[in-house]
């Protein structure tokens, strides 16, 4: 089958296997029903995926499935576990683990190739760095490991990526600021970490929805590396070099956008438009407190789930993830929040 077509076929099936999981515990009969298949396609080229020749019955082999987070202590990192560990509770035989990639890609690619050392079954990864981490990723798939990324890709062709619909929520932003500013004002932006897709595809986004308003400008951009201190000082340092210009900032993410909105109040401003992106009930507190203005929820345990299911459905296919000319993508969409509709999200969504 042709990647394309086999891309469609990957998320059919994945639909259909997170039904059978759901009802797995009283599906006896259900191990031990799936057959062999000797079919593979031919030769793997022209972008066609070839069958591996072994797999596993998910329902009742000993399965192993690590979760990488970029920090396991940081709130969207441990709401994925969370899905994740509540959707791989359907399998009473599979062992999931949580290994803390401390914000490294040396750290995170230590990990990886340790669990290549101890055959484990599927990977799941929130990389640091999409470059640093693509020959380990392509390391455990040439071992027979699939590797489902969560919102941060990396740059190798893999078995899956979750993502949140980073372009998309970007433009959504940018539209949504352009309108509360009339269609006039002043923007600083506090971006990602330099190389991370995530941050580059919000940019790409926001920066589409700021072409289509000449007369708004944007008087400046600084990273604050995904970190809330770090964003605090940008914007004390906008603050004080553009002052009463900035109308408003854009930050690639909550905590950054935290900062950002710390910074303004202790600067007693209270006319300056902040958002954020993610969702993190930190966020929606600091919205309901009139701290930030807004920010694009997601939700991340579903989020988590959906990479488990996928993963699960590979492990139990004859896919062999490690012929893949390209990563199938499932994304996640995002819920724009403001003080209007921040109480939308109740408790049991929030992460």
Known sequence: MKLNRGIRIICAMLMMFSLAACTAANQENAKGTQTESSTKSEANNGGEIA?????KN?????VKIAWIPTAASEANGTAWGKGIE????????????????EKSSDTQNAI??????QDYDGIILQAWNSDASAQAVADAEAAGIPVVCIN??????????VAMTDVEAGYAIGKRMAEDLNGKGNIVVIQATPGAARGEN?????????????????????TAEWNM??????????????GEQIDAVFAHNDQMAEGAGEAVRNAGRSDIMIWGANGETKALEYIQDGIITGTVYTNCYDQGATAARMLMMYIGSNLDTSTFTETPVIKMPPMTVDAENVQSITEDMRW
Not at 94 to 101: L, M, S, W
Request: proline share 5%; glycine share 4%; charged share 25%.
């Open 51 to 55: 069958a591996k020749s072994e797999k």
């Open 58 to 62: 998910p329902y009742s082999d000993p």
């Open 86 to 101: 509540r959707e791989l509770a359907y399998w009473t035989n599979v062992e999931f683990n949580i290994f803390d990639g």
């Open 112 to 117: 990886i190739a340790d669990l290549i050392a």
């Open 152 to 161: 941060i890709d990396v740059n190798t062709p893999h078995a899956g990526l």
């Open 202 to 222: 919000l940019e790409q986004g926001f920066q589409q929805a700021m072409a289509e308003y000449p007369d708004i400008t944007i008087l400046d951009e600084q």
């Open 229 to 242: 201190e770090k964003a605090n000082t940008v914007m004390q340092d906008f603050l004080t070099t553009y």
